[in-house]
């Protein structure tokens, strides 16, 4: 499913939603701006974005923009990615195919924008639009901007937590907080 969106951020910035490939994600070190940012806001996600894995996570990244039951897309500013968002299908798996799972990241320089919640929309139509009727994700406890996003603005439930599910700063763990939404 193509998306190409222009889209108007709070403080008057705007910023192209459209699908990311290998090819536009190559063009002027994309990837790498990309990975450097996300590097930023680790503390909320799994991956670590560290410098010196962006070889391998490239590679992860790539091979993810040609999975059939994933769409990836990215929020671009300029030639600039600066938001990330996904949805992953199930559409081989026959008991869960009605349920997608998402995850969205922003760069720090966009975020409280209302980007987060144009992108979740924008995913939550492709849901629909793809007969699914569930989604669901998880956010790391503490992400205060996640809860009020997710919880508040656009609905989702709480539906469980895993203790102590990230190792931040070698020494303090957070858990993670699992979300459902019937669509």
């Not at 994600?25 to 450097?36: D, F, I, K, R």
């Not at 503490?142 to 990230?166: C, H, P, S, T, V």
Request: include cysteine; charged fraction near 30%.
């Amino acid at each position: 499913m193509k998306v190409s969106k222009l889209v108007t951020l709070k403080d008057g910035r705007e910023v192209l939603v459209s699908n990311l490939t290998v090819e536009n994600c190559t063009l002027n070190n994309t990837y790498e701006y990309m990975h450097n940012w996300g590097h930023q806001v680790r503390r909320f996600i799994l991956k670590e974005f560290h410098p010196k894995d962006l070889r391998r996570d490239k590679k992860e990244f790539f091979k993810k923009l040609s999975d059939p039951e994933v769409m990836v897309l990215g929020g671009f500013y300029g030639q600039k990615i600066i938001a990330q968002a996904s949805l992953h299908t199930h559409n081989s798996r026959k008991k869960i195919r009605h349920v997608g799972g998402w995850g969205i990241m922003i760069h720090p320089h966009f975020q409280h924008q209302g980007l987060g919640e144009i992108l979740l929309t924008i995913i939550e139509d492709i849901a629909k639009k793809k007969g699914l009727k569930r989604l669901q994700a998880k956010y790391a406890e503490g992400n205060r901007a996640a809860e009020e996003l997710y919880l508040r603005k656009m609905g989702y439930d709480i539906e469980g937590r895993q203790k102590k599910a990230f190792l931040v700063d070698n020494s303090t763990y957070i858990d993670e907080i699992l979300i459902g939404k019937l669509l």
